[in-house]
């Protein structure tokens, strides 16, 4: 079975520019979650889609931070305008909703670092 | 916010000998879950306990989860140098008003180191 994907690895940006992840999750997971992960600590919860609906974006900073997630499958996660505190590691991660399973596949991640 | 605390911050031991690590969360959960992060292969599911369970053995690992103390230990036994990583206790909760959502909430983690 293949795992999540997520495309680009590592992203070198300035300040104030705009950026846009990608991620591919494992095939058949309804459920599909981006986190962002700030060196020294553990993931914080950004975002969470159902399907093609969001279940929970309290933790998004929606005047920069806009997800989507059109048809289901794949999910863009943009940044735009960027800040020095954006750097991080943004994880996709997915999870199939079918017979209480619990367990959440993570993405190798995309790596930001802000200049 | 971060619920889960896991302590020590950082462990050193020796190969061959036992890592225990310990996590503490503030609210009621469905489950709680341990995580491995290295470098090669990203972040990797260990064990998964539920908040009826007690304890649980996965190959070496064992997990202990004591929901009146809010509190959970992940033990490893015979330590290898492979097992050097971050490991992070994540609690999960199923916010059933909330449209189910039910996104992970993470420590800060425990770095081990397992020396050859």
């Known amino acids: 079975e293949a795992g999540v994907a997520q495309s680009p690895r590592y992203k070198i940006i300035e300040k104030r520019q705009s950026v846009a992840f990608w991620c591919n999750p494992i095939?058949?997971?309804?459920?599909l979650y981006w986190y962002q992960q700030i060196l020294g600590q553990g993931p914080k919860l950004l975002i969470q889609?159902?399907?093609?609906?969001?279940?929970?974006d309290s933790q998004l900073p929606k005047d920069r931070f806009s997800a989507e997630r059109l048809k289901g499958v794949d999910s863009t996660l943009k940044i735009q305008p960027a800040k020095l505190e954006d750097s991080a590691v943004y994880l996709c991660?997915?999870?199939?909703?079918?017979?209480?399973?619990?367990?959440?596949?993570f993405g190798p991640g995309t790596r930001l670092t802000v200049t | 916010s971060q619920q889960g605390e896991e302590d020590p911050q950082a462990l050193s031991i020796q190969e061959g000998e036992n890592a225990t690590m310990n996590c503490s969360y503030k609210?009621?959960?469905?489950?709680l879950q341990w995580y491995r992060q290295n470098s090669g292969r990203g972040l990797v599911h260990l064990i998964l306990?539920?908040?009826?369970?007690r304890e649980k053995h996965s190959g070496r690992l064992r997990v202990t989860l004591d929901t009146s103390k809010k509190s959970s230990s992940l033990l490893i036994t015979a330590s290898r140098a492979a097992d050097t990583a971050s490991y992070f206790c994540?609690?999960?909760?199923?916010?059933?008003?909330?449209?189910?959502?039910?996104?992970?909430?993470f420590g800060k983690g425990t770095h081990l180191i397992i020396q050859p």
């Open positions: 991660a997915s999870s199939s909703t079918s017979g209480m399973v619990y367990e959440q596949y």
């Open positions: 095939s058949g997971h309804a459920t």
């Open positions: 889609f159902q399907n093609n609906g969001v279940v929970d």
């Open positions: 609210t009621s959960i469905n489950n």
């Open positions: 306990i539920r908040s009826n369970e």
């Open positions: 994540a609690t999960h909760v199923i916010m059933y008003s909330g449209g189910g959502a039910d996104g992970l909430t």
